[in-house]
């Protein structure tokens, strides 16, 4: 239907048609039901008009079919309407294990991503069709949403911890990217467009520009620059436990807790080390809050992370 101007976004990726699907249902119930609701008014209403000064109606005796229908109808169309959201909800918020991992940061007015071969992008993101592609989102300052239109996917972006969200485009173009969450003066020109490449294409473009380092390279150099490797090292000293394998294990903390590694634990650790003191150490490690940037931590992130798959280098993508 091509009306001059869409009435929808395009449908660029694997959740479009889902959404839209629920979406249309949806709009059919209520539209089925808003018909059906106003015709029972006017017919009623020209049917029972009181015809006489002195007429009373006759009393109503129930009818328990109705009652059932009116509960059970309306019941099982909620139950659809639950389980059907509920399981694109799910696949919404369970990105593959394979995607490809896009770190982004939002700040006051601007998009930042860097790709784990090191390419940096502001306002723009490159990424490859028919790929599973998951972003790890932090914000420098306050909430931003990252709102891509044609993929039906939209997500806050916080301060002070990560949120992620995972996409695979359908179609090779060029696609709005908008903030989606009143930020201060400047929100309505937060806008960027993501760029939808063959991979083909996608690999000329990621080996095009300058080559510098990867994101795990950047990392491991900060991790020396700020001494952590003094303490940390691969074979754990008595300051602080080894990092080799750590990401997305379990980890046994003092309070007789267990936490998961993953970004949001690591980050923590770094800005608020004392937060989670692993079993057998002393909480002696200085905080780096206000001294390494967002950017920074999501490189040493990465870096810890290529100490824990080494099967998984970026280059063997
Ligand atoms: Cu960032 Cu609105």
Request: charged share 20%.
């Amino acid at each position: 239907m091509n009306l001059g101007f869409p009435l929808f976004p395009e449908q660029a990726s694997t959740m479009a048609p889902r959404v839209d699907a629920l979406l249309y249902f949806l709009l059919a119930v209520s539209a089925f039901f808003i018909t059906l609701i106003f015709l029972t008014i006017l017919v009623f209403a020209v049917k029972y008009r009181r015809r006489a000064e002195h007429e009373r109606p006759k009393p109503i005796e129930g009818s328990v079919w109705l009652e059932v229908a009116w509960s059970a109808i309306p019941f099982g169309l909620t139950m659809v309407m639950f389980v059907w959201g509920a399981s694109v909800f799910f696949d919404i918020y369970n990105p593959p294990q394979d995607a490809l991992e896009i770190s982004v940061v939002g700040r006051q007015w601007m998009w930042k991503a860097q790709h784990p071969e090191g390419q940096r992008e502001i306002n723009e993101l490159h990424v490859p069709v028919r790929q599973p592609v998951k972003l790890m989102m932090t914000s420098e300052d306050v909430i931003h949403d990252f709102f891509l239109p044609a993929f039906r996917l939209k997500q806050d972006v916080l301060p002070g911890r990560y949120t992620s969200l995972w996409f695979e485009a359908t179609k090779a173009g060029v696609y709005p990217l908008y903030c989606a969450e009143y930020c201060g003066t400047q929100h309505s020109g937060m806008i960027g467009r993501v760029v939808v490449l063959e991979p083909a294409d996608f690999e000329k473009w990621l080996s095009g520009g300058a080559k510098g380092m990867s994101m795990a390279e950047l990392g491991e150099s900060l991790f020396q620059r700020f001494g952590c490797a003094a303490c940390h090292r691969a074979t754990g000293t008595s300051q602080g436990p080894s990092l080799a394998g750590l990401f997305g294990k379990t980890v046994e903390l003092q309070q007789g807790i267990t936490v998961t590694a993953d970004e949001n634990y690591i980050r923590e650790s770094i800005i608020d080390p004392r937060a989670k003191i692993v079993v057998g150490y002393q909480p002696i490690m200085p905080t780096f809050k206000g001294l390494v940037s967002e950017e920074a931590i999501l490189q040493i992130i990465a870096y810890i992370k290529s100490l824990s798959a080494p099967e998984r280098k970026p280059s063997q993508r």
